[in-house]
């Protein structure tokens, strides 16, 4: 079974005009582990004692395990343990531009028997452990198996191949990925990859092809520059293409509404799923088939995330430089005017 890990609290944090308060990120929590994904990245608690409180709000809501972001040092590892996350995500890189930027003065050994020996205080401390290759998509094969030994053998529960560029052509993914899973058979596999070629769910699709078991998201693909893997995109074809119907996607619309009003990061109406224009005709003749059959010019059913499918014209654009959603926080509620469909949808903490 594929199985998803939603960073929209983490990566999405790190999108430019993105931040999320703890009672966001809580309300957020809950309609995005309403989805059906299976685990939730939120924050880097070591930056702040605010991020600590962020990620607890989390961990006390959220309906499946939290995951918090750490680098190789126990300080990080000491302050996810603190925040009450279940997971642990530690995160090193081994290539020559790492060396060069982030690792000055150590060497490959060095950077290895430090991840070993984060991982391992990591467990000690009684937390489970993902352990990321960072920019793996630049490393070389004999690298990346040094790493990946390396996380295996410290007792990493989960080894993430970050292409945090979005460097690699699908092709090359696939054959990095089953390369991997060829020569770590007891490893289990997480991918993450960045939209910088516009290429994060093809690639994403050649690690499932490549029997990758886990693949990072974020609703409307919010992250950094370019963002990453969209949660709606890649929940919907799994559930049309991969028979995986475990996923709500009937609130797909509205949480879509909600991350991009507290985000503040407009979506582009084209945008497959959720755009406003994903699911409207107005060429007359493609009008005329959707009355017929709303599957002439539709490859799903739009009613699958309460979108009408009725074919017609865009409704009125909103004002220019507009806050995406007009919304209003009462308590522990939230309500947003959604300006893409008219429809006011309301959420309950």
């Known amino acids: 079974m594929i199985k998803v890990i939603d960073c929209t609290l983490r990566e999405g944090v790190q999108a430019r ?7 966001q990120s809580a309300l957020l929590a809950q309609e995005i582990g309403a989805l059906g994904v299976d685990m939730i990245e939120c924050g880097h608690p070591f930056i ?13 809501v959220s309906p499946v395990p ?6 190789a040092r126990s300080e990080d590892i000491d302050a996810v343990a603190r925040s009450g996350a ?23 050994e060095d950077i290895l028997t430090m991840f070993g020996d984060a991982i391992r205080y990591a467990r000690g401390l009684g937390l489970q452990v993902r352990a990321t290759v960072e920019d793996a998509g630049r490393t070389s094969v004999s690298d990346l198996v040094s790493m990946v030994a390396a996380a295996r053998d410290a007792g990493a529960d989960r080894i993430c191949f ?3 560029v979005g460097i690699l052509l699908p092709d090359e993914t696939f054959d990095v990925l089953s390369l991997l899973r060829q020569e ?14 516009g290429l994060a769910l093809a690639n994403t699709l050649a690690a499932i092809q490549a029997g990758v078991k886990w693949q990072s998201i974020s609703c409307n693909g919010i992250g950094e520059r370019a963002g990453i893997t969209d949660t709606f995109q890649l929940l919907t074809l799994l559930h049309t ?17 909600l991350v991009e009003a507290y985000s503040r990061i407009p979506l582009s109406p084209m945008q497959p799923v959720v755009g406003k224009n994903a699911f409207v005709h107005v060429a007359r003749l493609h009008q005329l088939a959707m009355q017929e059959d709303s599957a002439a010019y539709s490859v799903f059913d739009p009613r699958a995330d309460q979108r009408s499918g009725v074919a017609g014209t865009l409704p009125a654009d909103a004002p220019a430089g507009a806050v995406p959603g007009a919304v209003r926080e009462i308590g522990n509620r939230a309500e947003i005017s959604s300006p893409r469909t008219g429809q006011a949808f309301c959420y309950a903490g």
């Open 17 to 23: 005009q993105c931040s999320f308060t703890a009672q």
């Open 48 to 60: 702040s004692a605010q991020e600590v409180e962020r990620v607890r709000s989390v961990v006390a």
């Open 66 to 71: 939290v995951l918090a972001h750490a680098r």
């Open 86 to 108: 279940q997971w642990v995500g530690l995160f090193a890189s081994i290539n020559a531009i790492s060396l060069t930027t982030k690792f000055k003065g150590m060497t490959r």
């Open 162 to 164: 970050a292409d945090s």
């Open 184 to 197: 770590f058979y007891d490893v289990e596999f997480e991918y993450h990859v960045h939209n910088d070629r």
């Open 241 to 257: 293409r991969f028979q995986q119907e475990r996923f709500n996607l009937k609130n797909m619309m509205a949480l879509s509404e």
